[in-house]
């Protein structure tokens, strides 16, 4: 009688083997399992720098900024997360860490469009239109059919026509 029982409750096991999990026993793979990961980047952080740069494009740039760092932290010698972090400083208007950032860059990029405008860019933001012309013509040279440097020119031709001044300059009026 127990062998019985025994045999009995070991055929309802093993017909209940299904139930309660769908699709799927607990033994057998997913389809999840068996996806194909030939795409995905080397470095699952990468997500850093794709919310980072929409961070900078929304116009959060603390966020942005700190995206960037900690992709850095990641991979120290990422140009991207180096420029994006560079950017982000500079609109943030600290242009000590925007150096630093452009000084780490500039060996490993070159002089490539991107540092180019970025730096031309950091130059007008500071108010030094000469440097800021200079790099921007640099990477006119380099590509003039390029829509950044057009629009940096443009930038730089407004600031040059409308100079920003102090508040003290216009106390007297």
């Given at each position: 009688m127990k062998r019985l029982?025994?045999?009995?409750?070991?055929?309802?096991?093993?017909?209940?083997?299904?139930?309660?999990f769908g699709e799927f026993s607990t033994f057998s793979e997913s389809p999840g399992s068996n996806k194909d990961t030939s795409n995905v980047s080397f470095y699952p952080d990468d997500e850093l720098i794709v919310s980072a740069k929409v961070q900078f494009r929304?116009?959060?740039y603390g966020k942005s900024y700190t995206m960037f760092?900690?992709?850095?932290?990641?991979?120290?010698?990422?140009?991207?997360a180096?420029?994006?972090?560079?950017a982000s400083a500079d609109m943030l208007r600290r242009f000590d860490k925007a150096d630093y950032a452009y000084r780490?860059?500039?060996?490993?990029?070159?002089?490539?469009?991107?540092?180019?405008?970025?730096?031309?860019?950091?130059?007008?933001?500071?108010?030094?239109?000469?440097v800021a012309r200079k790099y921007f013509l640099l990477a006119y040279e380099k590509d003039p059919s390029n829509?950044?440097?057009?629009?940096?020119?443009?930038?730089?031709?407004?600031?040059?026509?409308?100079?920003?001044?102090?508040?003290?300059?216009?106390?007297?009026?």
């Open positions: 029982i025994i045999l009995a409750f070991a055929f309802a096991l093993v017909g209940c083997e299904n139930v309660g929304e116009g959060n760092k900690k992709a850095l932290d990641v991979v120290p010698d990422d140009p991207q180096w420029l994006g972090f560079a780490k860059m500039q060996p490993v990029i070159g002089n490539r469009i991107e540092f180019l405008n970025n730096y031309g860019y950091s130059m007008l933001l500071r108010g030094d239109l000469k829509p950044v440097t057009a629009n940096n020119l443009e930038m730089l031709r407004n600031s040059i026509n409308f100079p920003r001044r102090a508040r003290k300059d216009l106390g007297g009026i």
